[in-house]
């Protein structure tokens, strides 16, 4: 059974800097993808930053290019988002999410739709 916990969420200023943790159990690694989903109040929930669950090539969403940097850590079975020089407009709950789906790649709406494994989320709250 796959189970995934968020951890290191919590409240800054702007332009400090938090790094989410997901302990992931049960999930084969050696397919699918991995990545990090928020959703704000009164917002649809969008990509924050994926990676293939093997390793390798890393996708973020415009919004936090050059800011955030996810990183997976197989032998430890984690997931880590570095999140720095935040803003209020990152504001949000945090979730890790998985497939084990093969994609091609591991954006897009459409991929998005295959992540079936979800945590319960870690808020991230960024005052000015």
């Known amino acids: 059974q796959v189970q995934l916990v968020e951890s290191g969420g919590g409240s800054v200023q702007a332009g400090g800097s938090l790094r989410l943790s997901c302990a992931a159990s049960g999930f084969p690694y050696r397919t699918g993808c991995m990545g990090w989903f928020r959703q704000a109040p009164g917002k649809e929930r969008e990509g924050v930053a994926t990676t293939y669950s093997r390793g390798g090539s890393t996708f973020y969403a415009d919004s936090v290019k050059g800011r955030f940097t996810i990183s997976h850590d197989v032998a430890k079975n984690m997931l880590y988002l570095q999140m720095n020089t935040l803003k209020p407009e990152d504001t949000a709950m945090y979730y890790c999410?998985?497939?084990?789906?093969?994609?091609?790649?591991?954006?897009?709406?459409?991929?998005?739709?295959?992540?079936?494994?979800w945590g319960q989320g870690t808020q991230v709250t960024v005052s000015s």
């Open positions: 999410a998985a497939t084990e789906r093969t994609l091609v790649d591991c954006w897009g709406l459409d991929n998005f739709a295959y992540f079936t494994y």
